[in-house]
């Protein structure tokens, strides 16, 4: 749909296009980022794993697969 039209719009016409969706792409991010720092205690936890993926503390998927 969105690209059969964009087949019949004029250059500039595109880049608005273009830019617009940028725009809703990176609304939508912000909007999933906020979301994400409101969950209580999400930043600590976020920087804890930083941290030991840092530090190479990690589990392989295969143990964790293994534990389920």
Not at 40 to 66: I, M, P
């Amino acid at each position: 749909m969105a690209a059969t039209r964009s087949r019949h719009l004029s250059l500039e016409r595109l880049r608005v296009a273009n830019d617009f969706l940028a725009y809703l792409e990176e609304r939508e991010e912000n909007e999933a980022t906020a979301e994400l720092l409101n969950i209580e205690g999400f930043e600590e936890a976020f920087t804890e794993a930083q941290t030991q993926v840092k530090n190479g503390d990690l589990v392989s998927f295969n143990a964790v697969r293994r534990n389920v």
